[in-house]
């Protein structure tokens, strides 16, 4: 079984399509030299710290992560966004304006 330790100098990753449900913790730490990662249109309902601090979270429009600079992450079509942008226009429809 290949590790993660040895895809250290993977530079783009394309996983779109795939079915992933879970980003193994330690996966953004240990692929160092990314630039591109691809994973939309799969079934991520959450990320591992390590990723989130790596990248951030993903626009809830886009899909794109854009903490790290020198890395372009793409996970639109996701449930995990699908419940983001519910989040949002739910607390847009409760919000009470008093002007």
Same mark, same amino acid.
Do not use: R
């Given at each position: 079984s290949l590790s993660m330790v040895e895809c250290s100098?993977?530079? =783009? !990753?394309?996983? @779109? =399509? +795939? *079915?992933? /449900? %879970? #980003?193994p913790d330690g996966f953004a730490n240990k692929l160092s030299n990314l #630039?591109?990662?691809?994973? /939309? /249109? +799969?079934? !991520?309902k959450d990320l591992p710290y390590d990723f989130t601090e790596r990248f951030g979270f993903?626009? *809830?429009?886009?899909? &794109?992560c854009s903490k790290d600079k020198s890395c372009t992450v793409r996970?639109?079509? @996701?449930p995990?966004? &699908?419940?983001m942008r519910n989040s $949002? &226009?739910? &607390? $847009? %429809? +409760? *919000?009470i304006d008093f002007c």
């Open positions: 100098s993977l530079q =783009t !990753i394309y996983l @779109n =399509t +795939n *079915k992933i /449900s %879970e #980003i #630039i591109v990662l691809n994973i /939309s /249109s +799969n079934d !991520i993903p626009d *809830k429009e886009s899909g &794109e996970m639109d079509q @996701n995990m966004l &699908e419940e $949002a &226009e739910s &607390e $847009a %429809e +409760n *919000k």
